[in-house]
Nanobody, 125 residues
Framework: QVQLVESGGGLVQAGGSLRLSCAAS????????MGWFRQAPGKEREFVAA????????YYADSVKGRFTISRTNAKTTVYLQMNSLKPEDTAVYYC??????????????????WGQGTQVTVSS
């Protein structure tokens, strides 16, 4: 089993910044990609960003491109999401996810094997 624990969410004014962290533990053997998704009330969970094992291949949703940055530590077990220029529409629960099966990051949530419990991000106008 793999455990993913997110942290760093909170309340911020529009235009502000937050940095989310996700720490993986347990059976984290081998290579895996990691991603961030978010879910706003009444909406489906949507892709935000993903990063390959090497950290070289990175994908972003169009809605966050240029504002959010995903990265991972050299030890590979922690992934970050730096969120700048936040907007009220970024308000959601943000989830970290891990995918053992794909060498390149994927945007489909069904590809991911493990999920964190989520962290709330609220952006006030």
């Amino acid at each position: 089993q793999v455990q993913l624990v997110e942290s760093g969410g909170g309340l911020v004014q529009a235009g502000g910044s937050l940095r989310l962290s996700c720490a993986a533990s347990g059976r984290t053997f081998g290579s895996y990609t990691m991603g961030w998704f978010r879910q706003a009330p009444g909406k489906e969970r949507e892709f935000v960003a993903a990063i390959s094992w090497s950290g070289i291949i990175i994908y972003y949703a169009d809605s966050v491109k240029g504002r959010f940055t995903i990265s991972r530590t050299n030890a590979k077990t922690t992934v970050y999401l730096q969120m700048n220029s936040l907007k009220p529409e970024d308000t959601a629960v943000y989830y970290c996810a891990l995918d053992f099966d794909n060498q390149e990051p994927t945007i489909g949530r069904r590809e991911y094997d493990y999920w964190g419990q989520g962290t709330q991000v609220t952006v006030s106008s």
